[in-house]
């Protein structure tokens, strides 16, 4: 394996790599770095987690000068991935002391104007950074690095016109990076009118079974907030994430938690951006242990140590469940994936089962519940609970 000194980076670089504490790179680092460092254009097939903000911030750190105005722009799919990021890759640019911002909707326009006025790197959601370019706040004259990280979650949420607004009014000369979990249609359809020859990067993303497991149980519909409660109290160590589909029923289910003594916090698109920002800092910070939410937390945000994944409803997209269940058993750490099934969610497992063939089913077993006290089980039988490993795309 390749070690970071191998990739031509700068001393600087270096160091703050180090004292991240970061020792070997990733696979996806380790196959797209040699080509970022070139400044050859480059389309990467990568799972969350696996890396890409260190592959492509290495790129813009070492080839973006201070004081030369804005010179590289990262456009991700929500907030919460912009401000992440950004953090990132101030972490690596200890030692060069650039201007490094963050620009998204929910919040007022105006700092970020006076901001962009001494940004050499905005990170930005697709919206808002259009929103700038329409007002004229942002000058795109100098931009040598374009990079669109999850970009098939921006094509999913409806962003391929605004992204391509947005790369029409950067400069062709430039160095264009994509990051994707999949390379889709949409995404072979950008590389082939905006891309120079792009190296395809594909890093392998297949599940240890031995490391994550998974199981479902299948119950009744009125049956699933109890057994939720009950596994909680049962494991409740590591951090756990709670997928529903609605912002309702996020809410509905956090409530109901909190009202049945497990401390836990929501986030989903209707929350304002503040308290979207302090529900992850508290939940990143290991403050508050369960995370209720939408999709939105799915992609792309680097959650550390979660042990649980709870999916309290099953999504209909299979692509979406492959990316709930990335958030664990990450960096050779085990991790478990209970899915909670009632009639309603059976064609949406069916399309995840039939997506990914490689499902198994390793053992049935039923268990007896002696003492619950969750609301609506006392002294019940327990729902017939199922496990099965693995093995396919992350």
């Keep these: 394996m390749n070690t970071f000194e191998n990739f031509g980076l700068s001393h600087q670089l270096l160091t703050s790599i180090k004292e991240l504490g970061i020792t070997r790179p990733t696979q996806i680092q380790e196959l797209s770095l040699p ?16 890396g890409k903000t260190l592959a492509f911030g290495c790129g ?10 804005l010179q590289a722009i990262v456009i991700t799919p929500t907030r919460e991935l912009a401000e992440q990021v950004k953090e990132s890759l101030k972490q690596l640019s200890k030692y060069k002391h650039l201007n490094i911002i963050s620009v998204y909707g929910g919040v007022s326009i105006n700092p970020q104007i006076s901001e962009l006025s001494r940004a050499e790197i905005v990170v930005a959601t697709p919206g808002r950074f259009l929103d700038h370019l329409k007002r004229r706040t942002i000058n795109v004259s100098k931009v040598k690095l ?9 094509f999913d949420m409806g962003f391929i016109d605004d992204l391509e607004k947005i790369i029409k009014a950067c400069p062709t000369k430039r160095q264009t990076i994509l990051f994707s979990a999949t390379i889709s249609p949409h995404v072979k359809d950008i590389s082939r009118k905006y891309m120079v020859y792009p190296k395809e990067i594909l890093a392998i993303k297949f599940v240890d079974s031995s490391k994550l497991k998974q ?22 160590s590591g951090l756990a994430i ?10 509905f289910v956090k409530k109901n938690l909190c009202e049945n003594g497990v401390n836990a916090i929501a986030i989903h698109g209707g929350l304002s951006q503040d308290k979207r920002t302090r529900t992850i800092n508290l939940f990143n910070n290991a403050k508050i242990r369960v995370l209720v939410c939408t999709d939105v937390a799915a992609r792309g945000l680097h959650i550390e140590n979660v042990s649980y994944i709870y999916n309290y409803d099953l999504p209909k997209d299979p692509k979406d469940y492959i990316h ?71």
């Excluded at 070492?62 to 004081?67: A, N, Q, S, Y």
């Excluded at 049956?223 to 109290?233: E, F, I």
């Excluded at 709670?242 to 809410?251: A, E, K, M, Q």
């Design 35 to 50: 080509y970022i460092m070139l400044g050859k254009d480059v389309i990467g097939e990568s799972a969350t987690g696996s």
């Design 242 to 251: 709670i997928f529903c589909n609605t912002r309702r029923n996020t809410d």
């Design 146 to 154: 374009l990079i669109l990280d999850e970009a098939d979650r921006m």
């Design 215 to 236: 199981i479902y149980y299948d119950i009744q519909k009125n049956m699933k907030l109890s057994l939720l409660v009950h596994l909680l109290k049962q494991e409740n």
């Design 324 to 394: 709930r269940i990335g958030r664990t058993a990450r960096a050779g750490k085990s991790g478990k994936v209970i899915n909670l099934l009632c009639e309603y969610d059976y064609d949406n497992f069916s399309r995840v089962q039939n997506e990914y063939r490689t499902f198994s089913i390793e053992k049935t077993e039923r268990l007896y519940l002696n003492k619950i006290k969750a609301v609506g089980l006392s002294n019940r039988r327990y729902p017939e609970r199922r496990e099965h490993s693995f093995r396919g795309h992350r």
């Design 60 to 69: 813009i750190i070492d080839k973006v000068t201070h004081k030369e105005g």
